[in-house]
């Protein structure tokens, strides 16, 4: 049997896991948000440009390629933090 301090070893390393992962999740939300309101301004920046003249602006403006990573990552994150909170998958 396991004593008070065992299950608290135990316990710890899945905390600290849970922990880290919850910050950077957080921390990669907050960039998508910042990276999506850069690129909403810089496509408003592009269309004043276009009616300006200064651009033609004929082509479509990219999506960001890095968003998509982003979004990836953040996934990753959340699905690692259901595997290690329901006890399945890769991390349970």
Not at 6 to 14: I, S
Not at 37 to 62: A, K, N, T, Y
Request: overall charge positive; proline content about 3%; hydrophobic content about 60%.
């Amino acid at each position: 049997m396991l004593g008070r301090i065992g299950r608290l070893a135990v316990r710890r390393p899945r905390a600290v896991l849970i922990a880290a992962s919850v910050v950077l999740i957080a921390m990669v939300a907050v960039g998508i948000i910042f990276h999506m309101q850069f690129m909403i301004s810089l496509r408003r920046e592009r269309e004043d440009m276009r009616v300006s003249g200064l651009i033609h602006g004929e082509s479509e403006f990219p999506l960001s390629f890095t968003l998509a990573v982003a979004i990836l990552l953040l996934l990753l994150g959340i699905a690692a933090i259901a595997s290690v909170v329901f006890h399945n998958g890769p991390f349970g």
